[in-house]
């Protein structure tokens, strides 16, 4: 299992470059595409459009596209056998240490997950349990007797592996898992149990055939002490993939989508591992058999544990929002050449893209799509920049976490939401498999699940919101969260995100305005979002701050959730908004920014629409300006129209890599 090379014979990960032939698969996409579209690719691109480019331009079309009608067994192979290639051609393992082959970017690693997922999202998956779930647990978590041992194997893919977290009885609870691991002073080993049939560890990646090894969470005692989840190495395989003695392994069989992902269960009888293998930069056990950590406080240290994989999230983000993007670019494709029923003047029968209702469907899901993509960009940058920060700063990490969560939330909301949407615009031709949207719909239903209940994140995002990042999640309980928010939450002060002087110019001009200059005012679109985060924001704390006082912690919080989930997706709209408005900012084709500018007025609009009955009742908004809205969302979808298919192809997916039938063989003109 263990790799003979020593640290120091590095092989770095390729850096992403021009194509080179990848032998025994077929050619690169030749993705011909508009100006506007290659301007809209380079605007959106951010830190690492390089990469990007460099993808679209090496990656065979056959790596990309799986065939949908695989056995499960045959699917799995496939899947495995196309990440090894990934792998090889540099494009998964960019976030480890530069001396053990990789280029210590952990922001490139969420856009090699990104890029997996433009093409079949059970790679996507195979690659974040391998190398950001169990290979990060393995960095983040482990020491330097770990990193030399195994971090050189799992980046090769010599050592495949998979983490056990989840429990049958505990998904989100993950501090209330049942798994035990227990330090045996005799032997100097951890002795890993589970307890009984809700300590199952279920639904996970590479438990079912492909792992040898997993990273297991449970309770770590040491004598009469139990100091909270930890996490340990435990083999479960041998070499051919027999189970080890001890360990019990399941296979979950079909899923929901997926195919390719082998997921299962594992149990565990009394399996002893060295003491060693325990993962324990946060805390471990020394040689004499003490328990040591350098975090005191053990609600502080399981977050400061579960923070470092942080990256997760923010892939899965990423991954959520290239489904819509997928989605979207199959059904426009589809609308701009389609067509149904005849009308006066029209020349035949009137195209789909041509009818307002389906403008309607398509172009506001492509606005919120590019809005999410600046704020992804954002978001990864962050990743990064605090990576390389020489001193930590926690109540930046603890923002990153808390923007994560709700980044991830947002965007894969709006990924299942739209890949439905999607394929009822296409009809159905939308319903076969050939054509790339059931499957893709398929695929990402679960990511509202992993990485985070989206409710649970939610909750996450109102609950750093309401301390003001000041205290860690873990120092909190449901009582001292309450007690902090109604006592310290007076009024709300907003932070602002992303270029905050033209923010705070952008804001304060619409403040000189007449009414009929604002609907497509950017400071009055932003004074509109900023404004309903803090009424929410503060109306919460308010809430709370009341209910405090007569009532028990738990039913304080659980009668505002409504309140507490709304304050939530207000503050992530803002952040999103101020994104988009920093990365037109940021755009220096003029065609290219003028799109934008229009997509940015039709993202805002159609949230504003959507809330209007919100905005009316708290006199934000009289009824005939929320009709004016709907109107002038109208107008922007007409004036969008012609451009429908450079805004995908701005979207950065090649027509190649969509894996869609009908737009190569459309049936209906045959």
């Known amino acids: 299992m263990t790799s003979t090379t020593t640290p120091d014979q590095t092989h770095p990960l390729p850096e992403a470059g021009g194509p080179r032939p990848v032998e025994g698969h077929g050619d690169p996409a030749t993705d011909r595409i508009s100006p506007l579209g290659q301007a809209l690719r380079e605007a959106t691109g951010g830190r690492w459009q390089h990469v990007r480019e460099a993808a679209r331009a090496e990656l065979p079309v056959d790596l990309m596209l799986r065939?949908?009608?695989?056995?499960?067994?045959?699917?799995?192979?496939?899947?495995?056998?196309?990440?090894?290639?990934?792998?090889?051609?540099?494009?998964?393992?960019?976030?480890?240490?530069?001396?053990?082959?990789?280029?210590?970017?952990?922001?490139?690693?969420?856009?090699?997950?990104?890029?997996?997922?433009?093409?079949?999202?059970?790679?996507?998956?195979?690659s974040g349990v391998q190398f950001g779930l169990f290979g990060g647990a393995v960095s983040a978590l482990g020491t330097q007797w770990h990193h030399d041992r195994y971090l050189r194997d799992l980046i090769e893919m010599r050592l495949l592996g998979c983490y056990a977290m989840t429990e049958i009885g505990h998904g989100s609870d993950v501090a209330s898992l049942e798994t035990t691991l227990t330090f045996d002073p005799g032997g100097d080993e951890i002795v890993v149990h589970?307890?009984?049939?809700?300590?199952?560890?279920?639904?996970?990646?590479?438990?079912?055939?492909?792992?040898?090894?997993?990273?297991?969470?449970?309770?770590?005692?040491?004598?009469e002490d139990c100091h909270g989840v930890h996490a340990v190495l435990v083999p479960i395989r041998d070499e051919s993939g027999v189970a080890l003695p001890g360990v019990t392994t399941g296979d979950h069989g079909a899923k929901g989508g997926l195919a390719g992902v082998d997921n299962g269960t594992l149990m565990f009888d009394r399996v002893r591992v060295?003491?060693?293998?325990?993962?324990?930069?946060?805390?471990?056990?020394?040689?004499?058999?003490?328990?040591?950590?350098?975090?005191?406080?053990?609600?502080?240290?399981?977050?400061t544990m579960l923070g470092t994989l942080v990256r997760g999230r923010i892939s899965i983000a990423s991954g959520g929002a290239v489904v819509a993007r997928k989605a979207l670019s199959i059904a426009t494709r589809y609308a701009v050449a389609r067509r149904q029923f005849s009308a006066p003047?029209?020349?035949?029968?009137?195209?789909?893209?041509?009818?307002?209702?389906?403008?309607?469907?398509?172009?506001?899901?492509?606005?919120?799509?590019?809005?999410?993509?600046?704020?992804?960009?954002?978001?990864?940058?962050?990743?990064?920049?605090?990576?390389?920060?020489?001193?930590?700063?926690?109540?930046?990490?603890?923002?990153?976490e808390t923007r994560a969560a709700g980044m991830k939330a947002m965007a894969t909301r709006h990924g299942n939401d739209t890949a439905q949407m999607c394929r009822e615009a296409c009809g159905g031709a939308g319903y076969l498999a050939e054509n790339g949207l059931t499957v893709l719909r398929q695929d990402a239903d679960v990511f509202a699940t992993f990485e985070g209940d989206n409710t649970v994140l939610l909750q996450l995002v109102a609950k750093g919101l309401l301390t003001n990042y000041k205290e860690m999640f873990g120092d909190l309980d449901m009582l001292g969260m309450v007690q902090f928010a109604a006592r310290s939450f007076g009024g709300a002060v907003i932070e602002r995100t992303a270029a905050r002087p033209l923010i705070n110019r952008l804001v304060a001009a619409a403040a000189r305005r007449s009414e009929d200059e604002e609907l497509l005012d950017r400071g009055w679109h932003l004074a509109m979002f900023e404004d309903r985060e803090r009424h929410v924001l503060e109306t919460l704390a308010g809430?709370?701050?009341k209910a405090s006082k007569g009532e028990d912690s738990f039913e304080a919080f659980n009668s505002a959730q409504d309140h507490v989930l709304l304050a939530a997706r207000t503050h992530m709209d803002r952040v999103i908004l101020e994104a988009f408005v920093a990365g037109i900012e940021a755009c220096s084709d003029p065609v290219a920014q003028d799109r934008l500018e229009r997509l940015c007025d039709l993202y805002v609009l159609c949230s504003l629409e959507a809330d209007s009955g919100w905005f009316q009742q708290h006199n934000r908004m009289s009824a005939t300006r929320a009709k004016a809205i709907t109107a002038q969302v109208n107008e922007l979808c007409r004036a969008l129209r012609p451009d429908a298919i450079a805004l995908v192809e701005g979207m950065g997916i090649p027509e190649e890599w969509l894996g869609s039938t009908m737009l190569v063989e459309p049936s209906w003109t045959a």
Do not use: C
């Open 67 to 126: 065939d949908p009608a695989l056995s499960i067994e045959a699917a799995r192979d496939w899947t495995l056998e196309t990440l090894q290639v990934i792998n090889a051609l540099g494009y998964s393992a960019s976030g480890y240490p530069k001396e053990y082959g990789g280029l210590d970017d952990e922001g490139r690693s969420t856009v090699d997950f990104e890029l997996a997922a433009h093409g079949d999202l059970s790679v996507a998956i195979k």
């Open 194 to 223: 589970s307890p009984g049939p809700s300590a199952r560890k279920a639904y996970i990646g590479g438990a079912a055939r492909d792992a040898r090894i997993a990273v297991v969470y449970g309770q770590l005692w040491v004598g």
């Open 274 to 303: 060295p003491r060693e293998m325990l993962l324990n930069r946060y805390g471990g056990v020394r040689d004499d058999g003490v328990y040591e950590s350098p975090i005191d406080n053990p609600n502080r240290r399981f977050f």
């Open 345 to 400: 003047g029209h020349d035949g029968e009137v195209l789909l893209i041509d009818y307002l209702a389906h403008q309607r469907k398509l172009l506001p899901a492509i606005a919120t799509s590019y809005a999410l993509m600046f704020a992804q960009n954002e978001l990864t940058e962050r990743l990064q920049d605090l990576h390389e920060a020489p001193e930590k700063d926690q109540e930046a990490q603890r923002e990153l």
């Open 543 to 545: 809430r709370l701050r």
